[in-house]
T-cell receptor
Framework: GENVEQHPSTLSVQEGDSAVIKCTYS??????FPWYKQELGKRPQLIID?????GEKKDQRIAVTLNKTAKHFSLHITETQPEDSAVYFC????????????FGSGTQLTVLP | DADVTQTPRNRITKTGKRIMLECSQT?????MYWYRQDPGLGLRLIYY???????NKGEISDGYSVSRQAQAKFSLSLESAIPNQTALYFC???????????????FGPGTRLTVL
């Protein structure tokens, strides 16, 4: 069925290091892939998204890459800071789900000082 | 600032009780959504509405119902609450899209529901 798998479920990095979170999806027709960040006790907020006609997108310290052949996309955070500590969710639009978002299970990122 | 609000923010209820969670938005968006969040499971779609007359089931609609009272209001009801409906519930909104495009979803602050 339609599925988004997200790895790892937890990730700890030293401040200043890079963090990478990877998601794989099941529907080759998917064409929209957003990433949401949820700080502790807060609501999820969109941080970056990518459409299938683009292989990479950057916004300051964050970037998303998309490999449509392999059906996976990744979030890259460089020069991590304590305020990057949060749960990150990937998501995808599936053609068979009335084109609604299906979310991954989330990654708890902890940036250690 | 335009926002998405939810009431109540926390609720404890007992098995078998009927409960309603409410969502209001001042963003002027046509589309509204209800999700539940469980640890390790991410966000799962319960119901969504594209306008007042268009309501659709999501991935996990069993045991839930919704009402779109106005463009700005979308409520979620648990007719007979059970313990495995204990979760964090989020309402979200988005603007309508043109064909082939997608818009950001804006989430409310969440309602933490506990069913004893």
């Amino acid at each position: 069925g339609e599925n988004v798998e997200q790895h790892p479920s937890t990730l700890s990095v030293q401040e200043g290091d890079s963090a990478v979170i990877k998601c794989t999806y099941s529907d080759s027709a998917s064409n929209y892939f957003p990433w949401y960040k949820q700080e502790l006790g807060k609501r999820p907020q969109l941080i970056i998204d990518i459409r299938s006609n683009v292989g990479e997108k950057k916004d300051q310290r964050i970037a998303v890459t998309l490999n449509k052949t392999a059906k996976h996309f990744s979030l890259h955070i460089t020069e991590t800071q304590p305020e990057d500590s949060a749960v990150y969710f990937c998501a995808a639009i599936f053609s068979g789900s009335a084109r609604q978002l299906t979310f991954g299970s989330g990654t708890q990122l902890t940036v250690l000082p | 600032d335009a926002d998405v609000t939810q009431t109540p923010r926390n609720r404890i209820t007992k098995t078998g009780k009927r409960i309603m969670l409410e969502c209001s938005q001042t963003k002027g968006h046509d589309r509204m959504y209800w999700y539940r969040q469980d640890p390790g499971l991410g966000l799962r779609l319960i119901y969504y509405s594209f306008d007042v007359k268009d309501i659709n089931k999501g991935e996990i609609s069993d045991g839930y119902s919704v009402s779109r009272q106005a463009q700005a209001k979308f409520s979620l009801s648990l007719e007979s609450a059970i313990p495995n409906q204990t979760a964090l519930y989020f309402c979200a909104t988005s603007d309508k899209t043109t064909s082939g495009s997608y818009n950001e979803q804006f989430f409310g602050p969440g309602t933490r529901l506990t069913v004893l």
